[in-house]
């Protein structure tokens, strides 16, 4: 179960390969995603689970899309 903060990568859609945290569990299939980038806080993209690859990391809450870009940053170059 994906829990609010975690870092995800999306398996589908036009994101597909994006890495995104989790904002906001919306229900047992779908959660609210953003990247801070194309994705911001104040516009996030609902995605279905399925759709997503969880990873075993969690970030801390953040505020604003530059601290979401930071954090989001260095696991980014890790995936490619």
């Known amino acids: 179960m994906l829990k ?7 398996k589908a859609g036009k994101d597909k ?4 945290a989790v904002i906001e569990i919306l229900d047992e299939r779908y959660v609210l ?16 689970i399925s759709h997503l690859r969880r990873t075993n990391v969690i970030i801390d809450p953040v505020t604003t899309d530059r601290q979401l870009r930071t954090m989001l940053r260095d696991f ?5």
């Open 76 to 80: 980014h170059q890790e995936v490619k």
């Open 4 to 10: 609010k903060g975690t870092v995800v990568i999306a």
């Open 33 to 48: 995603i953003a990247d801070g980038r194309h994705r911001t806080l104040n516009s996030p993209k609902k995605k279905n």
């Open 17 to 20: 390969g994006g890495v995104f």
